[in-house]
């Protein structure tokens, strides 16, 4: 833009000077150079206008809500709702969300709500309650009552600092002192290692807590352990 102004400024500086040696020479010539200037001005006016135009869009900034067809599940307004979840620390904001009363009834059962309400700072892969029922009922009630297998499972979904959508793919380690790995970009987000073998997919992102993003998924991580 900086060299669209400066283009400008001497287009009109070369007009001014070529009105100003005409009218040396003769009235006629200059009242012809009078009457062209004004278009030059406008289309120099022009183009700044237009370059500005165009690169607008470009300058906005990238959206900062949540993302995903999940996120239709989430309720409109109350504690449970996006703006509701704000206000509150990550496992408390997740236990007036009814998508993910399964998780929080797991995180009880672990003795992580404190953990989690307290740290700063955090990044929560959240399974959704279809998550929890895609695991066969003996093998999950088996892992919500041995807590040191609990732990270490849900720990492997909390990464230490809040991930945007666009450092979200990647490797990254885990509370559990583990890594998990994202793949993918935009709001296409799918981790391969699960419980049921099936790849998870993050069906709605960049849910904003007081102290956690959350990207809500359709299946529960298992770290290489597990």
Same mark, same amino acid.
């Given at each position: 833009?900086?060299?669209? #102004? ?19 020479? =003769? ?8 009457? !062209? ?6 289309? !120099?006016? =022009? ?13 906005? /900034? ?19 709702? &996006? ?22 009834? +797991? ?6 709500? %404190?953990?989690?309400?307290? $740290? ?5 892969? +959240?399974?959704?309650?279809?998550? &929890? ?10 892992? #919500?009552? %041995? ?12 990464? /230490?600092?809040?991930?945007? /959508? ?6 990254? @380690? ?5 890594? *998990?790995?994202?793949?993918? =970009?935009?709001? %296409? &987000?799918? *981790?391969?290692? @699960? ?13 904003? $807590? ?17």
């Amino acid at each position: 833009m900086k060299s669209t #102004l400066t283009r400008g400024i001497l287009l009109a500086s070369a007009s001014t000077l070529a009105v100003t040696l005409s009218a040396c020479g =003769s009235e006629e010539t200059s009242a012809a150079s009078d009457s !062209s200037a004004p278009d030059s001005s406008s289309s !120099s006016a =022009s183009e700044d206008s237009s370059s500005m135009d165009s690169s607008s869009p470009m300058a906005e /900034p990238a959206s900062d809500e949540p993302f995903g067809a999940g996120c239709t599940a989430v309720p409109a307004d109350g504690e449970g709702s &996006f703006s509701g979840m704000t206000d509150d620390p990550v496992a408390t904001a997740a236990s007036n969300n009814p998508v993910l009363s399964t998780l929080v009834q +797991a995180v009880t059962a672990a003795n992580l709500v %404190d953990t989690l309400n307290t $740290t700063d700072d955090i990044t929560v892969i +959240a399974p959704a309650n279809p998550a &929890f029922e895609a695991i066969p009922a003996d093998q999950l009630q088996a892992v #919500l009552a %041995d807590q040191a297998t609990l732990t270490q499972i849900l720990t492997h979904h909390v990464i /230490p600092g809040r991930l945007s /959508p666009d450092q979200l793919a990647g490797t990254h @380690t885990t509370v559990a002192g583990d890594e *998990v790995t994202i793949e993918g =970009s935009g709001e %296409d &987000f799918t *981790v391969a290692q @699960t419980v049921t073998g099936t790849p998870a997919s993050v069906i709605c992102g960049n849910v904003q $807590t007081a102290n956690a993003t959350v990207y809500i998924v359709d299946q529960v991580l298992a770290p290489a352990a597990a």
